[in-house]
């Protein structure tokens, strides 16, 4: 071989270097977002699926005719428990089939308080059975939602609105 090959053939390009900086990047960035992102949403992805929730029992019971004794009521009864928001069918079931009437953030460790169970009448307004005082007024039901690092709050009004507070 002679001088002048080996003086082209010792580095890479900058086009070359560029790539690999742009490509090494791409795949940080993606590993990074896997570790971090998740956590840092988790209470209010979480708050925003039990608004849903509630409303959806709410919504369910205004549509019902059913009375509070029968046993299909239980769909129409919201149960917060320290490791369940829903319906009382949905916290009381022995499966794993997973319920529209429950918040389920996968892969993340939440807690929910305090403990209480929430009836609607057919109007949508919240009685409290236990655990919590039926609002009245300016009052509202607060729920806590408890995330790794975050907490975030669901109030139901005495006429029964669901929102974030």
């Excluded at 002048?4 to 960035?29: C, D, H, P, Q």
């Excluded at 806590?144 to 929102?163: A, D, E, F, P």
Aim: charged content about 10%.
């Amino acid at each position: 071989m002679n001088h002048r090959s080996l003086k082209y053939r010792k580095g890479f390009t900058l086009v070359e270097l560029i790539v690999v900086i742009i490509v090494v990047a791409i795949l940080s960035l993606y590993a990074a977002s896997k570790y971090i992102g998740v956590s840092q949403f988790s209470a209010q992805a979480a708050q925003q699926q039990a608004i849903a929730v509630i409303r959806q029992i709410q919504l369910g019971r205004m549509q019902s005719n059913i009375e509070s004794g029968n046993p299909l009521n239980s769909r129409f009864t919201l149960v917060v428990t320290p490791h369940c928001l829903g319906s009382q069918q949905a916290c009381n079931s022995t499966t794993n089939e997973p319920f529209s009437h429950q918040v389920i953030i996968e892969n993340q460790e939440m807690s929910f308080s305090p403990s209480m169970t929430v009836d609607f009448d057919l109007l949508g307004n919240p009685t409290c059975k236990g655990g919590c005082n039926t609002p009245v007024d300016d009052q509202a039901i607060r729920i806590q939602v408890n995330s790794s690092q975050q907490q975030q709050g669901i109030c139901i009004n005495s006429q029964g609105y669901v929102y974030g507070c």
